[in-house]
T-cell receptor, first 113, second 114 residues
Framework: QQQVKQSPQSLIVQKGGISIINCAYE??????FPWYQQFPGKGPALLIA?????SEKKEGRFTISFNKSAKQFSLHIMDSQPGDSATYFC????????????FGPGTRLSVLP | NAGVTQTPKFQVLKTGQSMTLQCAQD?????MSWYRQDPGMGLRLIHY???????DQGEVPNGYNVSRSTTEDFPLRLLSAAPSQTSVYFC?????????????FGSGTRLTVV
């Protein structure tokens, strides 16, 4: 079964710092790599996603870096703000179950003011 | 507002009781899925549907049933609640396939089984 490893489990960053969360997957036959953001008491929301034909995608302060050969992709949050404090999940497409996603275990980010 | 609506938001059940978690979306999405979220385990797929009348099992289907009579609705039924089903349940919808478009999630139902 497809496994997704995510690190770190938790992360504390000072306001204005850079937050980096990593995700590693096993299979190479995937074509869409999203990151989801979840605030307490809310459902996950799509934050940013990348396709493997590019190595990096930037949207505002959020950047995905993709390393196809290493089977890894990372989320970078520049100029981290207290409002970014949330749990972040990476996800990869499954080989089965109707192309649903398998999610990483999550990273809890706390940005200190 | 367009999106995925889940009811109820909170529920406490006694062991052995049954109940239905409701999910409705108004985006005309064909794909719908149910996930459960437990601490440290991410989101695990319970059941999914690729269109009205078509459902299939996910990775943790035991103890749950689903049906999809309309595009909009995808209820999840707990047949005989057990404490192991204490969790937060999320319904999600997507254009097909979700791996191309990503999911829109509801706000969740927090279920406690005592």
């Amino acid at each position: 079964q497809q496994q997704v490893k995510q690190s770190p489990q938790s992360l504390i960053v000072q306001k204005g710092g850079i937050s980096i969360i990593n995700c590693a997957y096993e299979n190479t036959a995937f074509d869409y790599f999203p990151w989801y953001q979840q605030f307490p008491g809310k459902g996950p929301a799509l934050l940013i996603a990348i396709r493997p034909d590019v190595s990096e995608k930037k949207e505002g302060r959020f950047t995905i870096s993709f390393n196809k050969s290493a089977k890894q992709f990372s989320l970078h949050i520049m100029d981290s703000q207290p409002g970014d404090s949330a749990t972040y999940f990476c996800a990869v497409k499954r080989e089965n179950y109707g192309q649903n996603f398998v999610f990483g275990p999550g990273t809890r980010l706390s940005v200190l003011p | 507002n367009a999106g995925v609506t889940q009811t109820p938001k909170f529920q406490v059940l006694k062991t052995g009781q049954s109940m239905t978690l409701q999910c409705a979306q108004d985006m005309n999405h064909e794909y719908m899925s149910w996930y459960r979220q437990d601490p440290g385990m991410g989101l695990r797929l319970i059941h999914y549907s690729v269109g009205a009348g078509i459902t299939d099992q996910g990775e943790v289907p035991n103890g749950y049933n689903v049906s999809r009579s309309t595009t909009e609705d995808f209820p999840l039924r707990l047949l005989s609640a057990a404490p192991s089903q204490t969790s937060v349940y999320f319904c999600a919808s997507s254009l097909p396939p979700p791996s191309n478009y990503g999911y829109t999630f509801g706000s969740g139902t927090r279920l406690t089984v005592v």
